[in-house]
């Protein structure tokens, strides 16, 4: 039976990686599911549905089931009517079914103030501050990290600094930034740089030192000039790992997005979900929270499509995702 | 037990039949085109430093088939690499047609052991590759590309990546690849030595009908003493630790050379001597021989398999 499940590095059957990639979603919900709607299950408070006697009681108020409890026994000890409620979960932990009724509703919800923004432009917002802040850091980071890795002394100039540079959490030049670059985006995707350069210069030199040295060799005995190897044999060759370095890193550049937004004016996907925890809205938080995930996986999933069509040669995306 | 031509009864190495000799008369009347003198290697430096190569000489003369043999160890790849121009020497000199060489350059063309194909191009590509980077213009590059790839038979598969041939055929294009550049020379460093027994039979007999075709000289390392009589007009033998010459050996089996030919009394004369020069220098510092002869009996099943 074991033997079956757990076999050391074999690949699946196809049905077998359908089935359990379907789980590794259906599970997690599951959970959510029993814990949110089987009334014997957690479920620590008691939402109050008639007040009863007790003053301080309002219709749809939350407590500690214990604290109700006693409020129960005092009333029914001085005959006085005992407040009635059900079973809850703590604000914070929406139902699955209220959390997809708000993705739905966040997008058709008009915002609250009038110079307030939808969803949908505080999403868009959110994607150009990181596409901004991912270009950018490119710009820099992809050719430096590829001269890193084929020129020894380039990498021994710039990566003993870089190696320093890039445990400084990035979060902390948010008062820097903006006194240099004012409150509006220019802060946020000077985080998001500053969050994904280092990074990406050490990930892409080390990528690039795995290029096979004997590809490089072949190309010296074929009569190739050094300044013709970077991009006729060095790019060419390290293209399709590139390309999932850069994908890796471009989650990267998303995981400091709430971070960033932070920085100066809250704005974009964070200034929502601030706002809907403010008014207790959990439900919408959840639902921006998924949309930044799906987002997130939606983006990735066709990055990867794009390669495989890029890159006919690569034998390693047969092994991977 | 099977019958064994005994080596009393094999003729001398030595011994050449008017064919071969005349062969060789004519072949050393050929212009030299690689000329090594008194190269050494050393790895290291101070007391660390070991010695690859000591005081190589030998000469090869154009259209010569020459292979390098020796025993593990004897620095034959340092050589091949020293050649190319992709490692440094330590002394001596290596001329090309009398002109000095450092560094790698076109003049050299090289085969791996290993699969050198550029991954991201197709198989006409990789052979159009060394045209272009020396200033060819795309069009020619591929007339000449394809026309390389017919002589191995490998048009069919222009446009396939490498990834999607066999090891034989990666090998093949390899070896064109390197000729389209019309090299001097084409040094080649096992570049059978991954594939299974069959394919290198037809791999050698391949190579030897494209070196009869074309004007190339060949210096091809290897550790098989069959495949080395088989493709060679002469053999450097090398020693090891350091790696020196033990002897340069005229190859008395006539050309064309046949599969058949791996059994006549030249042949095994020649191996004969291959293998008592390789197993002395091995006896110096060999110490496998004595922990082979410690393994005890391991089996619990009585009778013997020998």
Redesign the interface.
Known sequence: MSAGWLQVLKPLSPRARRVLGALSFVLPVLLWCIVSYVPGVWHPQVLITKPGSVEYLEPGMRMDREDFDNEVADARESDKPAPEGMPANPIYLPAPHEVAMALYTAFTTPPVSQDGQWLHQSLWHSIQIILWGFVISSAIGVPLGVLCGTYSTVARLNEPFIEFFRYLPAPAFGALAVAILGIYDGPKITIIVIGTLFQQVLIIANTTRKL?V??V?????????SA?LLS??VV??I?PDLYRDQRILLGWAWTYLIVAELIGTTSGITWFITLQARYQHFANVYAAIIIIGIIGVGTDMTLALIGRKL?????TLDKSS | MDQFISPATLPSYLEQSADVRARFARLKAREIILDVQNLSKIFGNGKQSTTALRDINFRTHRREFLCVVGPSGCGKTSLVRILAGLEEKTSGQVLLQGKDVAGPGRERGMVFQGYTLFPWLTVKKNVMFGLEVNGHGSHESERQALQWLQLVGLERFADAYPHQLSGGMKQRVAIVRALANQPRILLMDEPFGALDAQTRCRMQAHLLEIWRKIDITIVFITHDLDEAIFLADRILVLSAHPGEVRELIEVPVPRPRSAAQLITPTFLATKARLEELIHQSKADDDEEADTYAMVARLTEVVDNVE
Do not use: H, I, Q, S
Not at chain 1, 217 to 225: V, Y
Not at chain 1, 311 to 315: A, H, I, L, Q, Y
């Open positions: 096979d004997a590809l060799e072949a190309a010296l005995t074929l009569g190739t000039k013709k006729r044999v060419p060759g293209l890159f006919p040669w690569d034998r």
